[in-house]
């Protein structure tokens, strides 16, 4: 044997215990899917993203009590640099360092690149891209210090190949895929790593929204979108479900994915292999 690391122990049910992860954009869809596999794996949890305060109150609690652990939340807008960094700052100073950072947040929209409004361009671009650089830049002081430290952020299957009518949607998803190596290559000897998870098409609230937009931008009917545009790339012909994401959350947080650093994971039902 000529390996240097120590042997990998297999996973344990609950491998996450201690730790504390921040799951952006997390009262909905792949993000809330993220925060339960995290936290069914024993990691205690923040939650951030829009909603009523009755909803995600609820959905805390529900959490809490499924699990045992802790679960907060705060509601730091993604668009907004300065929130961001005080969510991270207050996290750090109230609850726990953040060992584990979910970069999920997340908006789309769809049009013609030529009428692509300006405003929704600049909106995509900040929650989906530089959200992600502010929450890296602001956790990665203390995990480079603690010397542990996990970076997940939701890319897409448009992080690797792009779709027509959603430019920034691909640019944004495209740049995090840069900034996934950058940040893996700045941290690979500090016990710190920096993936994405690249799914295809998941069944949430933002999937429903681009429904009923493709419907006008291409003249079809709902059940025509679904089966001859969202569905069509990805041979599984099935919508991913977030729980399998969450999966592969719960995988690259274990110490078993620690040589795992600067790539992506499809979980695409086979999209990208075309
Ligand atoms: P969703 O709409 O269900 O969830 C988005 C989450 O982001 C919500 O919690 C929402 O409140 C939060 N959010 C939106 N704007 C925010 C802001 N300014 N500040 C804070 N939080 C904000 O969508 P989803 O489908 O679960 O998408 C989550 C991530 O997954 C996104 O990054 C998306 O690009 C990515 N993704 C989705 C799919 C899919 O098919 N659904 C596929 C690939 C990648």
Redesign the pocket.
């Known amino acids: 044997m000529t390996s240097q690391a120590s042997p990998v122990p297999p996973v344990p049910v609950r491998s996450l215990a201690g730790r504390t992860a921040l799951v952006?954009?997390?009262?909905?869809?792949?993000?809330l899917g993220i925060a339960r596999a995290l936290a069914a794996a024993g990691a205690d949890i923040v939650l951030?993203?829009?909603?009523d305060a009755a909803g995600i109150e609820r959905l805390r609690a529900e959490i809490a009590t499924e699990t045992g652990g802790a679960v907060g939340f705060i509601a730091?807008?993604?668009?907004k640099p300065e929130q961001i960094a005080a969510m991270i700052a207050e996290v750090e100073s109230r609850i726990a360092p953040v060992d584990i950072l979910v970069n999920?947040?997340?908006?789309?929209y769809v049009s013609p690149v030529e009428s692509f409004p300006l405003d929704k361009w600049d909106e995509i671009i900040a929650?989906?891209l530089n959200a992600v650089f502010h929450g890296i830049r602001a956790v990665l002081p203390g995990m480079k210090a603690r010397r542990w430290g996990r970076i997940i952020n939701?890319g897409?299957?448009h992080a690797l190949v792009a779709s027509p009518f959603k430019s920034a949607y691909v640019s944004a998803k495209h740049g995090v895929m840069g900034l996934t190596k950058v940040v893996a290559l700045e941290t690979a000897e500090y016990g710190v790593t920096c993936n994405s998870i690249c799914?295809?098409?998941?069944w949430?609230?933002?999937?429903e929204t681009q429904i009923a937009d493709q419907c006008t931008v291409h003249n079809k009917s709902r059940e025509e979108v679904i089966h001859d545009i969202l569905l069509a790339p990805q041979p599984t012909r099935r919508f991913v479900t977030v729980e399998e994401v969450g999966a592969v959350a719960v995988f690259l947080a274990s110490d078993g994915a620690r040589s795992i650093t600067g790539t992506s994971i499809s979980v695409d039902g086979g999209w990208i292999a075309r």
């Open positions: 952006t954009g997390s009262t909905s869809g792949i993000g951030n993203g829009f909603g730091a807008d993604m668009r999920n947040a997340g908006i789309q929650i989906n939701t897409s299957a799914p295809g098409y998941v949430t609230p933002l999937v």
